[in-house]
């Protein structure tokens, strides 16, 4: 995209704003900022008389300017606490109702994809969309085995769309951090990167299908989240086919006040879905808006539209779950600690200091519900802690604490009296005793055994070869016969000893690892029962690589 392209665009959005009447924003920014008396010499301020409340003009400027503006509008939907309510009220409508396009193009697209018409691939398909949102929009259909269905068709040209403001934010990015003394540090490219994989992402909706498929799987059986079936065979980049579920949509609270649910415990079983997704499977749902979410009248969560899934990485687990823990317990120095370990803020920073100014930002906001606590105005006050110790913005993160604003928003508009932290602390606790207690060491054991069972045949030859090396050696020794080398060859033989030692015993853990994750865990013979078996073999094998271990002395 050239310079006079990103140019014209920079004027579209500007020329958007005032149309709708929102040029006093245009001429509030620092680059207009001394022009703004121009904005009274304009034709259209004299004889504009504009009908529409301020949250529609906000609403239909997003609409007009694609969907990365859609997407942001989205996101502030949820922030009630920094949003009036009109404006907060409009933009919800963002979510699930973004002006539909054509239904013959929506047919065209999913006839050239799945290579068939309409009339023969569904028993029905409906030509009004159920809904419509910034990337796709989805129509309700029947299969031919009787099956209700929802179809979704990513919008025509969306692609170049996106690309294009893509581009214009790359532009803006680089400006920033080139002139913005802030930009290095909160690393604008790196973000708008981080964004341009997520939406582009987005629009492959066999990724979608795969990524529903997955959270399926991790929630199979559970009382907490529904997650509905993929159609595999009528699925492809830009159609997919899933099963039709019935709910209340979560932002309708009459009717679920209507239904009779529980409010506090759907609040509380919203926060517990979110950090069992973050922290016991590593895969989790970063779009989680209103629209997205529906309520069963059992108070079950079903969730729909999967376009967009985060993941952490081991490290970043550890260090969320630690720093959130070390939050909870108001244990501000190893939240500094943490900042300093992971590298997210110098190894120079002082520690007494960094401690002082997390907990002048966090205290304040212990046991007190969730009305009464803004994540918006802590991450503000955290955003200037960060900015005096040269903490940089961390762009794999980005989703996660979208994520996590999107659920502050849902547990306000649910239960405001929810004690978000008393509700996270239990779960967190659990996580890190299984990551470093015993159950840990079990389950590493279990999914290291396929491999350490294909090196178990090695070990008789190599305890062979070990010992046939050791009496070449001590022959050599005694043949040689000083006082030297007998003071060598003793040295050599207890050596030898702890080596022997420290492989039985390696191979006494490498079979319990074997026979736990491989006994049948219904038998009633000692074999059978894998975990007393394995502990044993595990616990004989240690305390033989423990007697193994040279003491100070030697």
Known sequence: ?????????????????????????????????????????????????????????????????????????????????????????????????VPPFPDNEARAIIEKSLGKPVGELFARFDESPLASASIAQVHTAQLHDGREVVVKVVRPSIKATI?????????????????????????????????????????????????????????????????????????????????????????????????????????????????????????????????????????????????????????????LAGNFLAFFQRDYRRVAELHVESGWVPEDTRIEEFEAAIRTVCE?????????????????????????????????????????????????QLYPDLDLWETAKPFLERWMSEQIGFRSFGRSLKKNAPEWAEKLPEIPGLLHAFLSQAAQAEKHAKDNGSEALEKLRWEIRRAQQRNFRAIVGSGFIISAAIIYAYADPTSTTMLGNAPLLSWMLGGLGSFVLIFSWPSRGN
């Open 163 to 319: 690309r294009r403001d893509l581009a214009l934010l790359y532009t803006l990015a680089d400006l920033a951090a080139r002139f913005w003394k802030e930009g290095r540090r909160l690393r604008p490219r790196e973000v708008v990167a981080e964004y341009d994989k997520t939406i582009m992402d987005e629009l492959d909706l066999m990724r979608e299908a795969a990524s529903a498929s997955q959270l399926r799987r991790n929630f199979a059986g559970s009382e907490q989240l529904y997650v509905p079936e993929v159609h595999w065979p009528l699925t492809r980049r830009d159609v997919m086919v899933m099963e039709r579920i019935s709910g209340t949509p979560i932002g309708d609270i009459d009717a679920l006040h209507a239904q009779g649910i529980d409010f506090k415990r759907l609040a509380e079983h919203g926060v517990e879905i979110f950090f069992t997704q973050v922290f016991r499977d590593n895969f989790f749902h970063a779009d989680m808006h209103p629209g997205n979410i529906f309520v069963e009248p059992s108070g079950r969560y079903i969730a729909v539209d999967f376009g967009i899934m985060g993941t952490l990485n081991e490290a970043d687990q550890h260090y």
């Open 1 to 97: 995209m050239t310079g006079l392209r990103q140019a014209l665009r920079l004027m579209h959005i500007n020329f958007v704003l005032a149309r709708n009447g929102l040029d006093d924003l245009v001429f509030r920014t620092h680059l207009f900022r001394s022009v703004s008396f121009v904005r009274f010499l304009l034709p259209w301020h004299w004889f504009r008389h504009e009908t529409r409340s301020r949250g529609e003009r906000i609403r239909c400027s997003l609409e007009e300017l694609g969907p990365i503006f859609v997407k942001f509008g989205q996101i502030l939907s949820t922030r009630r606490d920094l949003l009036p309510d009109d404006i907060a009220n409009e933009l919800s409508q963002l979510q699930d109702n």
């Open 364 to 412: 304040p906001i212990f046991e007190r519900p969730l009305k009464d606590i803004s994540f918006g105005h802590l991450l503000l006050r955290l955003f200037q802690v960060a900015r005096r110790f040269s903490m940089e913005v961390q762009p794999q993160l980005v989703l996660l604490q979208k994520t996590l604003l999107n659920i502050e928003g849902l547990g306000r």
